[in-house]
């Protein structure tokens, strides 16, 4: 578990308007979180883990491939969701107006460390 606390750690010392990162099983049960924002990450990881479910069912049927990562901006928050195994994801929140290159490429350095860990 340190080795997922550090990682997440990392993401928001190397990120500007990081809210909430949350490490969850396609399941919608925390792994690992950090929530500096008061975000209701419960919540949150519950909904949109079923969002993103709704996603890779719809491209089954469709033949698009695997989801690796969907991104959702409101006017409150920039939302990502980032595959790491078949079974784990990642989930940010950020403020608005937040970097998203920036962003994917932390997302894309944690999901390499995590891999390994939750193989």
Sequence with gaps: MIV???VLEGIQRNLDGVL???L???D???IESINRGGIALDAVSAE???FLKSIQLSNTEIDT???QHVSVITDRYVIYLS???????ILMVMSPGSIHGKARF???KAKHALRDELI
């Design 48 to 50: 949109f883990t079923a």
């Design 106 to 108: 932390e997302l894309m």
């Design 65 to 67: 491939g695997n989801v």
């Design 4 to 6: 997922f606390r550090e």
């Design 28 to 30: 919608g049960i925390p």
């Design 20 to 22: 909430a990162l949350t």
């Design 83 to 89: 595959v790491v195994t078949s079974e784990y994801l």
């Design 24 to 26: 969850i099983g396609f």
